[in-house]
């Protein structure tokens, strides 16, 4: 697997680390999404890549990253630093990620990739502090 994988449209979601059961309670489950966009891969030169993070309404990040392929062991470790844009509501915003791109199953039928992974504040923006950590799953558009 390569930086081909990564290219193209994603939905991204982060979630808070939040153990409680939700039920069937669909304001809980709302409630526990930390941020919600599209991710779109814009350009790489193995194992390096850049992509933005839309969350729409002129807020976006720029995220520059490493894919590191373990010698072809699944899962590849992507490591990202997301920075906001200036002019805009995600200016000063600091992010770091670490997510796997999750293997396909050999008896999985018409699997969508997948990343999975976990994001830091890296320093503090309104009033979020630095330090927090959620999870994130990334699903690649058809």
């Not at 990739?113 to 994130?136: C, D, E, K, L, Y």
């Amino acid at each position: 697997m390569s930086c081909n994988v990564l290219e193209g449209n994603w939905t991204y979601r982060s979630f808070y680390n939040n153990p409680d059961m939700v039920g069937d309670d669909p304001e809980k489950a709302l409630q526990l999404i930390f941020g919600e966009g599209h991710l779109s891969f814009t350009s790489h030169n193995k194992p390096i890549f850049k992509a933005v993070l839309d969350f729409g309404g002129g807020a976006a990040m720029d995220l520059f990253g490493i894919l590191i392929d373990a010698s072809g062991i699944n899962p590849q470790l992507l490591q990202i630093t997301g920075t906001g844009r200036e002019g805009t509501s995600t200016a000063k915003w600091v992010y770091q990620y670490q997510g796997y791109v999750v293997p396909n199953w050999a008896e999985g039928v018409n699997q969508i990739p997948a990343i999975v992974g976990t994001v830091i504040r890296t320093i503090p923006h309104g009033s979020g502090s630095a330090g927090i950590v959620v999870s994130f799953i990334a699903v690649k558009h058809s």
